[in-house]
């Protein structure tokens, strides 16, 4: 296969635009390392129930170097790129599925709201991606359960109090899952706008975005091959 193949349009030629009910995936090499492309789908309990089996050794022997995630964000600050350096917020899946704890983390008090954990990101992982994206921010990325949570005015202000620079729904969830599987992991978001002042980037200007960090995934790759 071409080494520059992209994944995500494979993906969807692999299962098609419109299927429903099902997890789009493509199987490709890059400088003959191979890589597999699987949709999270959105959110901690899809991503977890995915990652779980697909590095499940009785479904892939052959087990997993490294789990990367890359999608879109929302950011702080105009940088199109993203790489996560630690992984925040509160995954009831990573709780269940690590810990077996079915119920909250600890006893919640309103007036005092516990920090969410701070998860450190794979550092070969990190690196890898840093050579391949220079310009990109580098920070923390928070995962929420509520796509919508940002609307809220002062999360732009929590953020900032974590020291996170993007926020998304799933980086949160791989981090534990991979960690407990002995897996590298690590991530780089495609900005889909600024949160301060809810500046939403153009489908194009996300396209571009989503395209740089999948090149950057690959170069990853390769670098961590070697």
């Known amino acids: 296969l ?3 193949v ?12 419109s299927a429903e009910g099902r997890v789009a995936l493509g199987v490709g090499r890059t400088a003959g390392t191979p890589v597999l492309a699987v949709e999270t789908q959105m959110g901690g309990p899809a991503t977890e129930i995915i990652l779980r089996e697909v590095l499940d ?11 990367i ?5 929302g950011a702080l600050g105009g940088a199109a790129l993203a790489i996560a350096s630690f992984a925040s917020g509160w995954s009831g899946a990573t709780e269940q599925s690590r810990r077996g704890v079915l119920g909250p983390p600890a006893e919640f008090d309103p007036a005092r709201p516990p920090r969410p954990p701070r998860l450190p990101c794979s550092p070969e992982v990190v690196e890898a991606l840093q050579a391949a994206a220079p310009d990109a921010a580098v ?3 928070f995962s929420k359960d509520s796509l919508y949570a940002e609307q809220d005015e002062g999360f732009t202000r ?3 109090d974590l020291g996170c620079i993007a926020t998304e729904m799933e980086i949160a969830t791989i981090g534990p899952v991979a960690e407990a599987l002995g897996v590298a992991w690590g991530g780089i978001m495609a900005s889909a706008g600024c949160l301060e002042g809810e500046a939403w980037f153009d489908d194009g200007a996300v396209s571009r ?5 999948i090149d950057a995934v690959l170069a990853a790759i390769r670098s961590l091959a070697v």
């Open 2 to 4: 071409d080494e520059a």
């Open 6 to 17: 992209d994944l995500a349009a494979r993906a969807r030629r692999v299962i098609g635009p």
């Open 57 to 67: 050794p009785a479904f892939h022997p052959g087990g997993a170097r490294a789990v």
């Open 69 to 73: 995630r890359v999608g879109t964000s």
């Open 139 to 141: 920070g923390g990325v």
């Open 158 to 160: 929590i953020l900032r």
């Open 209 to 213: 975005n989503e395209a740089r960090a």
